[in-house]
């Protein structure tokens, strides 16, 4: 089957840092994908990974590793509007669609 | 240009009734595809359109759906009967080929309350 889970929620502080877990069971492997999504909001584009390893952009990075079939989503100095849910989602070579987890709520508090 | 344009942004329908979805993808972009989000859930794939191809329709959860996709642009999604159950919102996203290895671009969501 096809699977992606991913924590419900997560709290963390402003200023700190948070690892967000993602972890797949797809019958085709394209990539994966982070979109963040304001409450209200359409999904929007964080990062990309094929490869394994660790992508940096700016205070966002996202990590893969294809033999465990697990990514994570680590955000750095947290800010309130960092509060949003967060989807991790696959490129499925087996049909021509992404397949996306239920999303983790991230809330950032003071 | 524009991003991905959905309307109406709210709707609320009875029980029974038809309703139309209308999705206007990014000018270019060959492929075009529809989600479902309930309250505090992710994303259930519904259906994808790809060029002049076959549509992916594996994803529509029962027959009272249906979509279509005019000259290759604005895609409308027509629920018929409608349920409770059907409420939540739809979001349509487009991307420049379907490569599965391509970022989605999402329009804003039309947001279905049926009564």
Redesign the interface.
Known sequence: GQNIDQPTEMTATEGAIVQINCTYQTSGFNGLFWYQQHAGEAPTFLSYNVLDGLEEKGRFSSFLSRSKGYSYLLLKELQMKDSASYLCAVGNTGGFKTIFGAGTRLFVKA | GAG?SQSPSNKVTEKGKDVELRCDPISGHT?L?W?RQSL??????LI?F?GNSAP?K??LPSDRFSAERTGGSVSTLTIQRTQQEDSAVY?CASSPT????????????TQLSVL
Do not use: I, M, P, W
Request: hydrophobic residues 30%; negative net charge; charged residues 15%.
């Open positions: 991905v492929a595809y989600y505090g859930q992710g994303l259930e794939f994808y790809q992916d594996s994803g979001l379907g490569s599965t290895n391509e970022k989605l671009f999402f329009g804003s969501g």
